[in-house]
């Protein structure tokens, strides 16, 4: 019978068995950390500008809805408060501003259903002297406000 040889086994050697993380391991690992929070902070800074940035839109927005009813109600040949309703006449068509849920729109001969300004949560039409004042307060309870006058004057139109 042969006899088997046994050889000591060195001190210090490493076993391909054990689990255990190498350099390169932690160094992937590191990387990847990095490469996700390197992503979060743009994250978090737009979550906590979002009311700003609300803010601004609805701003740009007023602007918007301020310019268009300026250029309809100095050329309106006639304007009226019905309703909480601003109805401006022109020519042959009537322009009705009206709330339309947290809207305000716009409708062209009572059809049509144009979103001027979004998230309204109140809103007057006041008649002045040839003129007409616009409140608004949004659904963040800033107001804003408008006076438009006509080239036209109402008291003397038919």
Same mark, same amino acid.
């Given at each position: 019978?042969?006899?088997?040889?046994?050889?000591?086994?060195?001190?210090? #050697?490493?076993?391909?068995?054990?689990? #255990?993380?190498?350099?390169?391991?932690?160094?992937?690992?590191?990387?990847?950390?990095?490469?996700?929070?390197?992503?979060?902070?743009?994250?978090?800074?737009?979550?906590?500008?979002?009311?700003?940035?609300? #803010?601004?839109?609805? #701003?740009?927005?007023?602007? @918007?809805?301020?310019?268009?009813?300026?250029?309809?109600?100095?050329?309106?040949?006639?304007?009226?408060?019905?309703?909480?309703?601003?109805?401006?006449?022109?020519?042959?068509?009537?322009?009705?501003?009206?709330?339309?849920?947290?809207?305000?729109?716009?409708?062209?001969?009572?059809?049509?259903?144009?979103?001027?300004?979004?998230? @309204?949560?109140?809103?007057?039409?006041?008649?002045?002297?040839?003129?007409?004042?616009?409140?608004?307060?949004?659904?963040?309870?800033?107001?804003?406000? @408008?006076?438009?006058?006509?080239?036209?004057?109402?008291?003397?139109?038919?």
């Amino acid at each position: 019978m042969k006899e088997m040889l046994f050889y000591p086994k060195p001190k210090y #050697a490493v076993c391909s068995n054990e689990k #255990a993380f190498t350099l390169l391991e932690v160094l992937f690992a590191f990387s990847i950390f990095t490469i996700i929070i390197f992503f979060m902070t743009p994250v978090f800074q737009i979550i906590l500008n979002n009311k700003d940035s609300h #803010a601004q839109i609805q #701003a740009m927005e007023w602007e @918007v809805f301020c310019s268009q009813i300026k250029k309809e109600i100095r050329l309106s040949t006639r304007a009226q408060v019905i309703a909480n309703r601003l109805i401006l006449t022109k020519d042959t068509e009537t322009i009705q501003y009206e709330k339309y849920g947290s809207n305000l729109r716009r409708r062209v001969n009572s059809t049509g259903h144009e979103i001027l300004l979004q998230n @309204v949560s109140q809103y007057s039409f006041t008649l002045l002297n040839n003129a007409v004042k616009v409140n608004v307060t949004d659904l963040w309870g800033k107001e804003y406000s @408008v006076v438009v006058y006509s080239l036209v004057d109402w008291n003397t139109v038919p």
